[in-house]
């Protein structure tokens, strides 16, 4: 069965800082990766999403940036972290296009 | 710009009641996802509905799609404490790849 494994759960930065978050898939190949962000009290937004190795797609302009290194693994980066980077991240994973979307435990990210 | 519109966004009900939560949606797509959220954790998937007419039904849940109406609905029957949480919905707008969540129903139920 596929998993998806997201690291770490949480994390306090001071701003400024630099951020790397990671997610990897296993049990399944060529899988669709995403990135969102999820504000206290509110939806979700789409901040990347990736559909092949260094195929990387950009949803909102911001100072985080996102690698695919590997086929599963998913990487979340920022060189300097505002304050207004804070947040609930979470990663996730699909097979196919009418398939739904599963996601990761999530990292609980405070600015401090 | 897809939209996708939750009403409403704040549940409070008894145990036993039955309810609806509605998801509008702004494009033609015929694929819509429904999502389950604990308080400080992650989304699990309840429904995936992928077609016009589509209903899916898991326990006191089901789900419905009119694609006409662009417009899923989720009812609570006989709701229990267990079902407090937030439920999203999420609609595709023809991508093949991304999804598009509306902001979520907080349903809080009260025994």
């Known amino acids: 069965s596929q998993t998806i494994h997201q690291w770490p759960a949480t994390l306090v930065q001071p701003v400024g800082s630099p951020l790397s978050l990671e997610c990897t898939v296993e049990?399944?190949?060529?899988?669709?990766l995403y990135w969102y962000r999820q504000a206290a009290g509110r939806g979700l937004q789409l901040l990347f999403y990736?559909?092949?190795?260094?195929?990387i797609s950009s949803e909102v302009p911001q100072n985080l940036s996102a690698s695919r290194p590997q086929d599963r693994q998913f990487i979340l980066s920022s060189k300097k972290l505002l304050l207004s980077d804070s947040g609930f991240y979470l990663c996730?994973?699909?097979?196919?296009?009418?398939?739904?979307?599963?996601f990761g435990d999530g990292t609980r990210l405070s600015i401090l | 710009e897809l939209k996708v519109e939750q009403n409403p966004l704040f549940l409070s009900m008894q145990e036993g009641k039955n309810y609806t939560i509605y998801c509008n949606y702004s494009?033609?797509?015929?694929?819509l996802y429904w999502y389950r959220q604990d308080p400080g954790k992650s989304l699990e998937s309840l429904f995936v509905?992928?077609?016009?007419?589509a209903v899916k039904q898991e326990g006191r849940l089901m789900a419905s799609l009119d694609t006409k109406a662009r417009l899923s609905t989720l009812h609570i029957t006989a709701a229990v404490h267990d079902l407090s949480a937030t439920y999203f919905c999420?609609?595709?707008?023809?991508?093949?790849?991304?999804?598009?969540f509306g902001k979520g129903t907080l349903l809080t139920v009260n025994p």
């Open positions: 996730a994973w699909s097979a196919y296009s009418n398939q739904p979307q599963h």
């Open positions: 049990g399944t190949s060529n899988p669709n």
């Open positions: 990736s559909i092949g190795i260094d195929q």
């Open positions: 494009t033609t797509s015929d694929r």
């Open positions: 509905l992928l077609s016009n007419g």
């Open positions: 999420a609609e595709s707008g023809g991508s093949n790849y991304k999804l598009t």
